[in-house]
């Protein structure tokens, strides 16, 4: 039984415009959430995280956006450039050594 | 700069056979984890260990094993390889209280 979940397997997105990757959990007891990108033939890297007691953390074109009611959080890029296209992985952390990741959205940003 | 060495990028192993598959952190990382990516599910987790011969069962533990000897090196071992098996595997590690994971950069595994 998957706890993350990322119900959208790709997104296109025309340069320049808003990308949004959604994701959803299961379990309330997670207490940290990531977003991670993935390039072919490479391991996946560190992109933004938050933590269970805020609802929104910003970094440049990143920003993350979690709604603990709706078991809901969602990675907002802007303006979306090209190199932004990967593979984008939700994942969620419970007590620091436990960490489940989702299915993973493949984004395509078109010039 | 931190590092997560996976000892075989890419590795065909028969039916049957016993597997090692090796990963090394250089950051004195308590957690360590073994994933396998496969299309449409993402990554799965298989086992983790926050210490030295700790291990805790993931999502899919059935068929594979693991060690954890010493704090800096984590195995997986597929005790006998079956064509099921063939997937992308990646390692991670994280501090205690830390949850950013660094990742090695995957062995792709293929079982004939």
């Known amino acids: 039984d998957q706890q993350v979940k990322q119900n959208s397997p790709s997104l296109s997105v025309q340069e320049g415009r808003i990308s949004i990757l959604n994701c959803d959990y299961t379990?309330?007891?997670?207490?940290?959430f990531l977003w991670y990108k993935k390039y072919p033939a490479e391991g996946p890297t560190f992109l933004i995280s938050?933590?269970?007691?805020?609802d929104k953390n910003e970094d440049g074109r990143f920003t993350v956006f979690l709604n603990k009611s709706a078991k809901h959080l969602s990675l907002h890029i802007v303006p979306s450039q090209p190199g932004d296209s990967a593979v984008y992985f939700c994942?969620?952390?419970?007590?620091?050594?436990?960490?489940?990741f989702g299915a993973g959205t493949r984004l395509t940003v078109k010039p | 700069d931190v590092k997560v060495t996976q000892s075989s990028r890419y590795l065909v192993k028969r039916t049957g056979e016993k597997v090692f598959l090796e990963c090394v952190q250089d950051?004195?990382?308590?957690?360590m984890f073994w994933y396998r990516q496969d299309p449409g599910l993402g990554l799965r987790l298989i086992y983790f260990?926050?210490?030295?011969?700790?291990?805790e069962k993931g999502d899919i533990p059935e068929g594979y094993s693991v060690s954890r000897e010493k704090k800096e090196r984590f195995s997986l071992i597929l005790e006998s390889a079956s064509t099921n098996q063939t997937s992308m595997y990646l390692c991670?590690?994280?501090?205690?209280?830390?949850?950013?994971?660094?990742f090695g950069q995957g062995t792709r595994l293929t079982v004939v």
């Open positions: 991670a590690s994280t501090p205690r209280g830390g949850t950013e994971a660094f």
């Open positions: 379990n309330s007891m997670f207490d940290y």
């Open positions: 938050i933590s269970s007691i805020k």
């Open positions: 994942a969620a952390s419970l007590l620091d050594n436990d960490m489940r």
């Open positions: 950051m004195d990382h308590e957690n």
């Open positions: 260990s926050y210490d030295v011969k700790m291990k």
